[in-house]
């Protein structure tokens, strides 16, 4: 749980990135804890083009990063367009966040996460050192 301090306790997902991008910094103790920032490459594009085939024809020939389709976490309470679906892809970063911290990217797949409008504003976006598609 990257986002409960190891200090205080306390739950941010707003943490305070430090300059060097080494250190997400709790806003309520200071407590300093080491992180991989790393990029996010995403695959995006409208449904039918192509996207799922990639994922397949990539998947357990790439080790260097870890390939996920954005598919497999939708639920019904994400279908919120009038939050630009916020919650999910709030959700979405925080679990390339995590799985980051293993040493390994995430390439994720999926329509819509390859929308800047959709990731950029997002909380959990300050974890990665950029975001590319
Ligand atoms: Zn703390």
């Given at each position: 749980?990257?986002?409960?301090?190891?200090?205080?306790?306390?739950?941010?997902?707003?943490?305070?990135?430090?300059?060097?991008?080494k250190y997400a910094i709790c806003p309520a103790c200071g407590y300093k804890h080491h992180f991989r920032r790393m990029p996010l490459?995403?695959?995006?594009?409208?449904?039918g083009t192509g996207k799922t085939a990639v994922y397949?024809?990539?998947?357990?020939?790439?080790?260097?990063?870890?390939?996920?389709?954005?598919?497999?976490?939708w639920r019904s309470e994400f279908n919120k367009p009038e939050t630009n679906y916020?919650?999910?892809?709030?959700t979405w970063l925080r679990m390339c966040k995590n799985i980051s911290q293993?040493?390994?990217?995430?390439?994720?797949?999926?329509?819509?996460?390859g929308v800047p409008d959709n990731m950029e504003p997002c909380i959990e976006r300050r974890y990665f050192s950029y975001l590319s598609g």
């Open positions: 749980m990257f986002n409960v301090c190891i200090n205080c306790g306390e739950y941010h997902a707003d943490k305070i990135i430090s300059s060097d991008g490459h995403l695959v995006s594009g409208a449904s397949h024809f990539l998947t357990g020939k790439v080790n260097e990063a870890v390939l996920l389709e954005s598919d497999i976490l916020r919650d999910y892809f709030e293993s040493g390994r990217p995430v390439v994720l797949f999926g329509a819509g996460v």
